[in-house]
């Protein structure tokens, strides 16, 4: 069964710095995965998809995702962290269920941004 | 282009009590469902539509019924409420039901409260 791990359940950066967010997936075929942030209060924003079009993935606000096969990775990584950014961001998959599709989440990453 | 649309945002019950969550969708979207996401739980499929009077239950689907008598519009039942179903409920919907490489969108939430 395709499964994702988000390895972290809390990051913390400095506002300018490096954000990386870790994503491994299980799977026996090439997955469809997907990036999701959610702002307090609101619902699932699409962040970014991975379609097996290019391994590179470039989404909104200035992340963006590299496929790795060989390591079962989906990272998320943005340059520089905004204050704006502070969020929980979910990795997803996609696996056929009961004739339809759904989505697999990870259980989330708490992402803080320090002044 | 207003997208998924939830109401209400909030709302508190009490046990043995039952209500409607509204879901409604402008972008002609084929597939529809529901999710709960509770803490250290991530977000759990409940029941989805992938189409016109067509329903199916999800991962967790006791105690809630869905109907989907137009494209548009997805309301979820809570037939008689408990305190384990207060969470924060999702609605999303994707352009297809089968193919994997479409993304949910998500509206906002309800955020309910069973005392």
């Known amino acids: 069964a395709q499964s994702v791990t988000q390895l972290g359940s809390h990051v913390s950066v400095s506002e300018g710095a490096l954000v990386l967010l870790r994503c491994n997936y299980s799977s026996s075929v090439p997955p469809y995965l997907f990036w999701y942030v959610q702002y307090p209060n609101q619902g699932l924003q699409l962040l970014l998809k991975?379609?097996?079009?290019?391994?590179l993935v470039k989404g909104i606000n200035g992340f963006e995702a590299e496929f790795k096969k060989s390591e079962t990775s989906f990272h998320l990584t943005k340059p520089s962290a905004h204050m704006s950014d502070a969020a929980e961001y979910f990795c997803?998959?996609?696996?056929?269920?009961?004739?339809?599709?759904?989505?697999?989440f990870g259980q989330g990453t708490r992402l803080t941004i320090n002044p | 282009n207003a997208g998924v649309t939830q109401t209400p945002k909030f709302q508190v019950l009490k046990t043995g009590q039952s209500m409607t969550l509204q879901c409604a969708q402008d972008m002609n979207h084929e597939y529809m469902s529901w999710y709960r996401q509770d803490p250290g739980m991530g977000l759990r499929l409940i029941h989805y539509?992938?189409?016109?009077?067509?329903?199916d239950q999800g991962e967790v689907p006791n105690g809630y019924n869905v109907s989907r008598s137009t494209t548009e519009d997805f309301p979820l039942r809570l037939l008689s409420a408990a305190p384990s179903q207060t969470s924060v409920y999702f609605c999303a919907s994707s352009y297809s039901g089968t193919a994997l490489n479409q993304p949910q969108h998500f509206g906002d939430g309800t955020r309910l409260s069973i005392l």
């Open positions: 539509s992938v189409g016109a009077g067509i329903t």
């Open positions: 997803a998959v996609t696996r056929p269920f009961q004739g339809a599709q759904k989505l697999v």
């Open positions: 991975y379609t097996s079009a290019a391994t």
